[in-house]
């Protein structure tokens, strides 16, 4: 017997239901993997509340990702054993005990990367991605990350600040959270409640504006950051936290070159699945030399996932929060 969340209805928190299923049986091509420990990604939130295509047709589990132990291979599979720790993407959600997964998509774990860092693993993709396959940036550039103090924006900045990033902004919430992305090796920080992140940015860059701007708000946060995005620079749209759509006009882009570029871990995933393996092998070894740490910043058990997830809608919670089977 195995155990997960259910997303019945759409809704509040309230909606995510503790309840046993049947154990999954791994298809060929797949494994089946007995969870210790899987996170909240802001698009669990988004899928709960109904409206975004991480979460499929009701009812369904949520989570993106999980990391655990092959207990069963399914006919097929090559290069992967049972009682081998991995992390993956699984068929369905990752709010389970058991989840099954493509092979494809299974990762093994080097010993020294923690379960509860690769637990992390859309979020260390995607910062991965958006920084080095979407934006492609170059050492000496400057870069602004918004969120940055949350899941992905926390890796986003260590990862930047490795890659040679010459001046990194980070627009935060809070003073609380402003000394944290500082810990992290951002330059400046910006507090979106008290300053125009858009109007600082041009005045510490006297006008020329940003390099790299990575955005997953959206709206009118993604309108703003074009006003400060420098000649030839790239704004990374990869979520829409903010729920509202951004309007661009093409003159903004084409007379200096700018460029605005979205990014899905969850697309390059469905379309592109064996691109995620370089991003993936590339962040087991940033851990494993301590060039990124993964910040947890809360940890429940998986039968509590409703106040994970209001701690998280609360924008009040640093890095990840975990949610284990077991506590």
Request: with cysteine; net charge neutral.
């Amino acid at each position: 017997m195995s155990h997960a969340i259910v997303v019945a209805a759409h809704g509040a928190s309230e909606q995510l239901r503790w309840q046993p299923r049947p154990l999954p049986v791994p298809a060929p091509g797949q494994v089946r993997v007995k969870v210790t420990c899987t996170g909240v990604n802001f698009a669990d939130i988004q899928a709960r509340r109904g409206g975004y295509d991480a979460g499929g047709e009701l009812p369904f589990v949520p989570g993106l990702d999980a990391v655990g132990v092959i207990d069963r291979v399914g006919e097929g599979v090559i290069g992967l054993r049972t009682g081998q720790r991995v992390a993956c993407f699984p068929v369905g959600g990752s709010y389970a005990t058991h989840v099954t997964a493509p092979a494809h998509l299974t990762y093994p774990l080097p010993e020294s990367v923690p379960d509860e860092s690769a637990a992390a693993l859309t979020m260390l993709v995607t910062a991965q991605n958006t920084l080095h396959q979407a934006a492609r940036l170059e050492p000496g550039e400057t870069v602004l990350i918004h969120a940055a103090a949350g899941g992905v924006g926390h890796l986003a900045v260590q990862l930047a600040r490795q890659a040679g990033a010459a001046r990194i902004m980070a627009v935060v919430g809070s003073a609380e959270r402003a000394d944290f992305v500082r810990s992290l090796g951002a330059d400046e920080v910006i507090e979106r409640q008290q300053q125009d992140f858009a109007a600082t940015v041009k005045a510490l860059t006297k006008g020329v504006g940003v390099d790299v701007i990575l955005d997953s708000v959206g709206g009118e946060v993604s309108e703003r950051g074009l006003t400060c995005l420098a000649p030839l620079g790239r704004l990374v749209i990869f979520g829409h936290a903010s729920g509202q759509p951004a309007h661009f006009t093409t003159p903004t882009l084409h007379r200096q070159g700018r460029a605005v570029i979205g990014y899905s871990t969850g697309n390059l995933r469905k379309v592109r699945p064996e691109r995620l393996r370089p991003s993936v092998v590339a962040v087991w070894a940033a851990l494993q030399t301590n060039q990124i740490k993964v910040h947890i910043g809360a940890e429940f058990a998986l039968a509590d996932a409703a106040p994970a997830h209001l701690l998280v809608e609360s924008g009040q919670v640093n890095g990840k929060v975990l949610l284990r089977p077991v506590l």
